[in-house]
Antibody, heavy 115, light 113 residues
Framework: QVQLRESGPRLVKPSETLSLTCSIS????????WSWIRQPPGKGLEYIGY???????NYSPSLKSRVTISLDTSKNQFSLRLSSVTAADTAVYYC?????????WGQGTLVTVSS | DIVMTQSPDSLAVSLGERATINCKSS????????????LAWYQQKPGQPPKLLIY???TREYGVPDRFSGSGSGTDFTLTISSLQAEDVAVYYC?????????FGQGTKVEIK
């Protein structure tokens, strides 16, 4: 069973960059597409973007100017960077895997944007 | 972006009764070349990540009980729980993966009456 685990700072200051890493266990990063999805407290799910095993990335247009998703195949990890954050970026951030739909999910990590 | 609209926002159903959740997309998610609807359903319990229930409109993920079923085509879809169990209390989301950005419905909260 594929396991995903998010890691990174839980508190980020406004205007700074949010950085998270997802570690993949029991699967090669080459097997699937890998995504980031977020959920503001008490709200619904928002797709952020994905990266394929070849390194090709796709981002939600609403976040595209601020988002970078990258792969580290040597560590079996992928990462999210979201720049110029505001309070509106406060959310639980999930990493997920498979393809255009999401079969595998991490437990999620709450990232709060606050000074 | 394709907008996904679920109805109702919440529903309360008695144990053992049927629960029906609707999902409507702002444009068709049917890919005519393979006759597949690019629609998935997820279940999210409090404090947990979403869990994939159904993909390709009606294919149950491995291990999902057969009381969960999906149907529909084009722009209108339904998730049915044939006999509601206590462990089915959750928020349910539909998601289209026909066009990027993939988008989710706003969620439907299912409770016990």
């Amino acid at each position: 069973q594929v396991q995903l685990r998010e890691s990174g700072p839980r508190l980020v200051k406004p205007s700074e960059t949010l950085s998270l890493t997802c570690s993949i266990s029991d699967s090669s990063i080459s097997n699937y597409y890998w995504s980031w999805i977020r959920q503001p407290p008490g709200k619904g799910l928002e797709y952020i973007g994905y990266i394929s095993y070849s390194g090709s990335a796709n981002y939600s247009p609403s976040l595209k100017s601020r988002v970078t998703i990258s792969l580290d195949t040597s560590k079996n990890q992928f990462s999210l960077r979201l720049s110029s954050v505001t309070a509106a970026d406060t959310a639980v951030y999930y990493c997920a895997g498979r393809g255009q739909f999401f079969q595998y999910w991490g437990q999620g990590t709450l990232v709060t944007v606050s000074s | 972006d394709i907008v996904m609209t679920q109805s109702p926002d919440s529903l309360a159903v008695s144990l053992g009764e049927r629960a029906t959740i609707n999902c409507k997309s702002s444009q068709s998610v049917l890919y005519t070349s393979n006759n597949k609807n690019y629609l998935a359903w997820y279940q999210q319990k409090p404090g947990q990540p979403p869990k994939l229930l159904i993909y390709w409109t009606s294919t149950r993920e491995y291990g999902v009980p057969d009381r969960f079923s999906g149907s529909g085509s084009g722009t209108d879809f339904t998730l049915t729980i044939s006999s509601l169990q206590a462990e089915d209390v959750a928020v349910y989301y539909c998601q289209q993966y026909y066009n990027s950005p993939w988008t989710f419905g706003q969620g439907t909260k299912v409770e016990i009456k």
